[in-house]
């Protein structure tokens, strides 16, 4: 099962079909097609300040499970949080643009909705991660952030990670977001993205 299903299982995709007026099947695709980037931004994270520990840190000052509990909430969802996240894991405006544009060419979803999704999906992979790391209130991890995220986002970033290899239900993920095999996703993610700019 990828992270695609776990969040649509969870409710998140339905949520943010509704909250931005598209059909599920639609928020289900541009979900796919943008996780590789934010994937690839917690990645980064972990690799470039603190490792996990620095990640499972940044998750809480974030909002932690609030953050997935907020999109799946009845009322309109606080994209702001979202953008914050955004702001952390590509640090700026011009990735989120850029990783919105590669999805629109890859898909054919207008990129001002998949722009609009970004924030949201951010928010349910945070919110996730924080509730399955346990890193609720802890500011750091409870022993279970290193194993998922090192299932998500393939090993490889220090801290303790489990590999990809462990047989953990999200152990094909480090795949996905790596295509080329070399260990970095980002270069596989925003490779292409100086040409979309110009």
């Known amino acids: 099962m990828n992270l695609t299903d776990i969040l649509s299982q969870a409710g998140g995709i339905e949520s943010m079909a509704k909250e931005l007026g598209v059909p599920p099947a639609l928020a289900k695709q541009g979900a796919e097609a ?6 690839g931004g917690f990645k980064k994270q972990a690799q470039g300040g603190g490792g996990l520990e620095g990640l499972g840190g940044l998750l809480g000052q974030l909002g932690g499970g609030g953050l997935l509990d907020a999109v799946l909430a009845p009322q309109a969802t606080p994209v702001e949080a979202g953008n914050d996240v955004l702001g952390q894991i590509f640090g700026s405006k011009d990735v989120s643009r850029s990783v919105a544009g590669d999805a629109a060419a ?5 990129a001002g909705t998949l722009k609009k999704m970004l924030p949201i999906l951010a928010m349910l992979v945070a919110g996730y991660m924080a509730k399955q790391g346990g890193s609720e209130g802890t500011g750091g991890l409870a022993g279970g952030l290193g194993g998922l995220l090192g299932n998500v986002l393939g090993g ?5 990670a489990a590999p990809a290899s462990d047989g953990g239900m999200l152990g094909g993920l480090g795949k996905l977001i790596d295509m080329d095999g070399d260990g970095n996703p980002l270069d596989d993610i925003l490779g292409g993205l100086g040409k979309l700019r110009g």
């Open 156 to 160: 490889a970033v220090g801290g303790g």
């Open 106 to 110: 890859k898909t054919g979803i207008d």
């Open 34 to 39: 943008l996780l590789p980037a934010i994937l």
